[in-house]
């Protein structure tokens, strides 16, 4: 995939996380995808940070979008090559703190297949 592939399947991420649309968010991943996050070693500290397979990103988001209805994901940057997307982007939760976040969307045939989270 090129780098303008790969930023608007970023995009598409984007999009379908602020629509908590959760089938197409789970669209734009591998099956075997994995994810690995601060928030889920904190919410879920026998995965150690790191979920895997589309079930369990199902899960996650699933409750994610049910506990935070207001979350959204304001973008600052996308940054991609042929295999990856880095991503800046704020994150927002009516009364919470804005979060700033980076993540990485490591990419293969057009489908995510692993993710990271840094929080900041």
Do not use: C
Request: aromatic share 10%; no cysteine.
């Amino acid at each position: 995939m090129s780098a303008q592939n790969n930023k608007q399947i970023a995009t598409k991420w984007f999009e379908a996380f602020n629509e908590h649309d959760l089938e197409k968010l789970l669209s734009l991943y591998n099956d075997n995808a994995q994810h690995y996050s601060p928030k889920l070693k904190i919410r879920m500290p026998e995965t150690q940070g790191l979920i895997k397979g589309k079930q369990a990103l199902r899960e996650w988001w699933r409750d994610a979008f049910d506990r935070l209805p207001t979350l959204q994901y304001e973008v600052i940057k996308l940054t991609a090559d042929d295999e990856q997307v880095f991503m800046e982007y704020i994150r927002h939760v009516n009364g919470e703190e804005d979060l700033s976040v980076g993540e990485v969307l490591q990419i293969e045939n057009g489908l995510i297949v692993f993710s990271r989270v840094y929080h900041g």
